[in-house]
Structure formats: structure tokens, C-alpha cells
């Protein structure tokens, strides 16, 4: 069983910047996709970005192209997400999640593991 611990979430004002962390443990993450996933308020699950085992695939959703950056640190079972620019609409509770397919282009949602979450608030 993988598990999953997401931290860096907080206010911040918009234009301004937050690293969210994902730890892992229980399994090894070399073989695993970590996707970030974002819900806001009485909205659906959007899929923000996703890399895959190896890092040599990325994906981004339209609305964070060119803002975030996902990374990861398979030596230290941790994936990243640099989040700059800031919009008020970036407002959400961003979670992290890992399964062992592909990291898909597209709002993809069914992973298997996923973290309790991190609260982002973008405003002024």
C-alpha cells in the first residue's frame, strides 16, 4: 500500500508562489505516475498535472501551462509541485496521487492512491 502526505498549502496573495511537497511511504515510488489533482468549491476534481515513473513524461492542464512545474525525487520517494502566478482561481484543496499506469494527457482522476489533501487560497 502506498501512502501519501501532501504539505506546502496556504494563503497567499495573487501573483505569488507555493511549493507543495508530496512525501510517500510503504512502497518504493520508482514505479509509480504522481498526478496533482485540485477540487474547488462545489466543483468537480481537475486533474492539474501528472509525471510519469521516469519523468520523461509531463502533462499540464491548459489552465496551469506555463505556471507550475511538477517535479520528483524518486531517491527521497517525493514529488513536487512549483506553483507561481498565482490566480484567485488556483483556489482549491490540491491533492496528490499515484497509480502505476501512464501519466495520461486529459482530466484524468481514477488514480489508485491519493493523499488527505493541502488547502491553497489565492487572494488579496
Known amino acids: 500500500q502506498l501512502q501519501l502526505v501532501e504539505s506546502g498549502g496556504g494563503s497567499v496573495q495573487p501573483g505569488g508562489s507555493l511549493r507543495l511537497s508530496c512525501v510517500t511511504s510503504?512502497?518504493?515510488?520508482?514505479?509509480?505516475?504522481i498526478g496533482w489533482v485540485r477540487q474547488a468549491p462545489g466543483k468537480e476534481r481537475e486533474a492539474v498535472s501528472c509525471?510519469?515513473?521516469?519523468?520523461?513524461?509531463?502533462y499540464y492542464a491548459d489552465s496551469v501551462k506555463g505556471r507550475f512545474t511538477i517535479s520528483r525525487d524518486n531517491t527521497r520517494n517525493t514529488a513536487y509541485l512549483q506553483m507561481d502566478s498565482l490566480k484567485p482561481e488556483d483556489t482549491a484543496v490540491y491533492y496528490c496521487?499515484?497509480?502505476?499506469?501512464?501519466?495520461?494527457?486529459?482530466?484524468?482522476?481514477?488514480?489508485?492512491?491519493w493523499g488527505h489533501g493541502t488547502q491553497v487560497t489565492v487572494s488579496s
Open positions: 510503504g512502497r518504493s515510488l520508482d514505479y509509480y505516475t
Open positions: 509525471i510519469s515513473s521516469s519523468g520523461s513524461n509531463i
Open positions: 496521487a499515484a497509480d502505476s499506469g501512464y501519466c495520461y494527457s486529459g482530466n484524468y482522476v481514477a488514480y489508485d492512491y
